[in-house]
């Protein structure tokens, strides 16, 4: 009976416990969530209505909702009191709404043409969406954009094509070099006997902790009398160098984990260390390599400092994220400009996320567990 309801506890103390964690990963999860979803809707809102309002009135709400429309006087001095009603009211006032005693708000509709909006309480949701934002983030074309007063801005858009194109160049091979080179060292490393092979690899383990901002200044001076600077050769030699000892410890991490007698059997028919490599080792190492690629290439993608040092920041050279903090700095009140930019440089490691995501756990698990 006591090792009944021992057991009994032990489950519900699990089940608790399951509980707990479950519930903490569905906050950090709603936490992450709730301002991704608000950069999604933005990005699709025309410009007058994300200055206006936020994102969140998408979804019904209260809020004050015009039911009539006043015509002042043409000429109604704005520097004088205005008359309303029977009441008066300042500019500002009218600009910025303004309660009456009947519980309506008055604001300018068009300050020009001297038309205000009686509004009143009502349940309403914001419906009006739009692919302009893309259209401008994308071409660069120029678009217009309302004001309160009655008047209209025209804009021009920021074109992102050539950034985008940019930062594949630089994403792709950045990507590509150093998980292959790691491949090969991290098979080297774990089934290959040559000499200070464990002196290397602990090498290799203590450039993890290097900060990456240390070696920034002398890889400079070397690339400047090298010729290599500005230039995307320079810039793949140095995330793949900053990459490799990450990927190696990861690929090795997997690769010392394969049946020792796969590899006793392939050396005993004759085959070469390449021929294993090529045969054996990157068809068993899939969800490994899909892994730390998709590690990577986040980090190359997301990159600002690297290069922005190697290749600098000159428009025909420029990647997403160097062009976005652009636009942070001078267009900053631009956020229809700002959200659709941030969707469109996710929209590309999104792609390699969910393309590769099958691989993903196994490749996390792959070294974790011997046999």
């Not at 160049?169 to 080179?181: E, G, K, M």
């Not at 690339?223 to 990450?246: D, E, K, M, Q």
């Not at 986040?298 to 025909?316: A, E, K, M, R, T």
């Not at 930019?341 to 996320?353: E, G, I, N, Q, R």
Request: overall charge positive; aromatic content about 12%; hydrophobic content about 45%.
């Amino acid at each position: 009976m006591r090792k009944s309801k021992g057991r009994d506890g032990r489950r519900r103390g699990r089940k608790g416990s399951k509980t707990v964690v479950n519930l903490v990963l569905g906050i950090i999860c709603l936490l992450w969530l709730i301002p991704t979803l608000g950069l999604f809707v933005s990005s699709f809102r025309p410009a007058t209505e994300i200055l206006k309002t936020g994102w969140w009135t998408v979804l019904p709400h209260r809020e004050y909702v015009a039911k009539e429309q006043l015509q002042l006087p043409k000429d109604t001095d704005l520097r004088q009191p205005i008359e309303v009603n029977g009441t008066t009211y300042t500019d500002d006032q009218l600009r910025e709404g303004v309660k009456t005693d009947e519980g309506t708000e008055l604001i300018w509709e068009n300050r020009r043409a001297r038309t205000i909006d009686v509004r009143e309480l009502g349940w309403r949701m914001s419906t009006e969406f739009t692919l302009d934002n893309y259209a401008g983030v994308l071409t660069g074309k120029e678009y217009d954009i309302p004001k309160p007063d009655g008047t209209v801005s025209k804009e021009k858009g920021s074109n992102l094509n050539q950034a985008f194109l940019n930062t594949l160049t630089v994403a792709i091979p950045s990507t590509i070099i150093p998980i292959l080179i790691a491949t090969f060292a991290a098979y080297a490393f774990a089934w290959m006997k040559f000499p200070l092979r464990k002196t290397l690899f602990v090498i290799v383990i203590m450039l993890l902790v290097v900060p990456l901002q240390v070696a920034l200044i002398p890889i400079l001076k070397d690339y400047t009398s090298l010729g290599l600077n500005g230039t995307f050769l320079g810039v793949w030699i140095a995330h793949a160098g900053f990459g490799l000892p990450l990927a190696t410890y990861f690929m090795y991490s997997y690769i010392s984990q394969l049946p020792k007698d796969l590899f006793e059997s392939a050396f005993m028919d004759g085959a070469s260390n390449f021929t294993i490599f090529t045969k054996l080792i990157l068809p068993l190492a899939v969800p490994s390599i899909a892994s730390i690629s998709i590690f990577q290439f986040l980090w190359v993608w997301n990159d600002y400092l690297v290069s922005l040092v190697f290749i600098g920041s000159q428009p025909d050279v420029q990647v997403l994220s160097m062009r976005i903090a652009n636009l942070v700095g001078s267009r900053g009140n631009d956020w229809h400009l700002l959200t659709a930019s941030a969707f469109v440089s996710m929209l590309m490691p999104l792609a390699v996320f969910f393309g590769l995501q099958r691989y993903f756990v196994r490749g996390l698990l792959g070294g974790s567990v011997k046999g």
